[in-house]
């Protein structure tokens, strides 16, 4: 049988068996690597709280307060991006259209696919997930986990909505 932990819970946990989390609203799955990332953080900041967002494939937003992993969102955005071609430098005002209407992504996407331009395809994804995020980054302190082009994109559009983010 399966064990199977819900948010809020300790990142490590109690019980030193590693599983994924569970959540139900909004319904989502936090990996269990994805949940060692933010234990192994909390380590070396045990008194830090805040967002940390794991950037890769599928992107996790996780709260943290006092050690426990209070609630977290993901997103498909970086196998959409793979999927669509999306690539480079985030176009910004691809990013800041999708960011104040996201019911716009759609059109912005294929106006980036018309005009062969993955930066802005890349930068409408990005932005619409950030305003799907708002409340988890905008005021706070965020960290971001992750390398590569990908997560260079997301911290290039975070700073430009001046979010305090740290790389780590």
């Given at each position: ?33 994805e ?48 999927a ?11 990013a ?16 980036a ?8 395809a ?13 409340a ?33």
């Open positions: 049988m399966a064990i199977i932990e819900t948010v809020p819970a300790r990142a490590t946990p109690e019980s030193g068996v590693w599983c994924d989390l569970h959540q139900e609203r909004p319904r989502g799955l936090l990996p269990e690597a949940r060692r990332r933010v234990a192994a953080y909390l380590e070396t900041a045990t008194d830090w709280g805040g967002v940390i967002l794991i950037v890769g494939d599928v992107s996790h937003w996780v709260q943290v307060s006092a050690g426990e992993i209070v609630s977290f969102q993901s997103f498909l955005t970086g196998r959409l991006a793979q669509l071609g999306a690539a480079g430098v985030p176009e910004g005002a691809s800041d259209a999708a960011m104040s209407q996201p019911e716009r992504l759609a059109g912005l996407l294929r106006s696919e018309v005009s062969g331009e993955s930066g802005a890349l930068g409408a994804l990005i932005g619409a997930e950030l305003a799907a995020t708002r988890f980054w905008l005021g706070a302190d965020l960290r971001l986990m992750g390398a590569g082009a990908l997560a260079d994109a997301y911290e290039a559009v975070l700073r430009a909505q001046a979010a305090w983010v740290t790389r780590v």
